[in-house]
């Protein structure tokens, strides 16, 4: 029997009026590894969804309160569920009833009587769809952060190129008899050191602030847009204090 591990075990809702139905199907996938619960009706499977969202629902046309169409048409419509894998169960096996669902944002379907193996089949191709949507999307994310940080990165160097252009400028011009010059490159030195300074300080509370080195970079974007405004305002007031 090919049975899953509990750490890579899927979540799976079971939305059918028919108590048969329901003890088939769930015996069936518990044996093959995955964690089943049921609901009797379409109120009751959208409560249970909001309370903990399923790996996959699989859904009977026909059933108390809000219908499968209706339930699919809710759940596509809602940014949390929109790419929840909906496996439609109907015993109507005309092509309106099939067409219908998949136009309403159903995955896949299967009609009444079904074969439990074909049903297994079609739950792990749809589970495993999912997981390689995941990782596109992370992928995606990651090449998004990257590009990001590149920016950031451009941003900061602006700065202390900047910084360190006026500071070589000054040293190569100096003389050695000239005190005005010396005078003007401390005072160069200390106000790009001051510069410098505030670059890495912004940068070090932004990295705090974003928490970067754990997984979460929500929001990095306006962090790395804002970042110029806070280098200014660091520098404004080092000038306010005759820095």
Do not use: W
Not at 10 to 18: C, E, N, S
Not at 105 to 122: H, N, Q, S
């Amino acid at each position: 029997m090919n049975t899953l591990t509990n750490d890579e075990q899927p979540f799976i809702l079971i939305a059918d009026d028919d108590l048969l139905i329901q003890e088939v199907l769930s015996t069936k996938l518990e044996r093959a590894g995955f964690e089943v619960i049921v609901a009797g009706d379409g109120e009751e499977a959208l409560r249970m969804i909001s309370e903990r969202q399923p790996d996959i629902l699989l859904l009977d046309i026909k059933m108390p309160g809000p219908d499968g169409y209706e339930i699919c048409r809710r759940l596509r419509a809602a940014e949390a569920t929109r790419a929840l894998p909906i496996l439609m169960i109907t015993a109507y096996g005309g092509t309106d009833y099939i067409v219908k669902g998949i136009e309403i944002g159903a995955d896949d379907y299967i009609t009444k009587p079904f074969d439990m193996e074909e049903v297994l089949v079609r739950v792990r191709s749809l589970l495993r769809m999912r997981r390689i949507e995941r990782q596109l999307r992370e992928k995606e994310s990651h090449l998004a952060r990257i590009e990001v940080v590149g920016q950031l990165l451009v941003t900061m160097a602006h700065y202390i190129n900047n910084s360190l252009a006026v500071i070589s400028g000054r040293a190569q011009a100096l003389k050695d008899d000239n005190p005005e010059q010396a005078r003007k490159l401390r005072e160069a030195c200390f106000k790009q050191t001051r510069k410098i300074s505030a670059v890495l300080e912004s940068l070090e509370a932004m990295a705090k602030h974003m928490k970067i080195s754990t997984t979460s970079y929500a929001g990095m974007e306006n962090a790395m847009l804002d970042i110029e405004k806070e280098i200014q305002e660091r520098l404004g007031e080092e000038e306010d204090n005759g820095e």
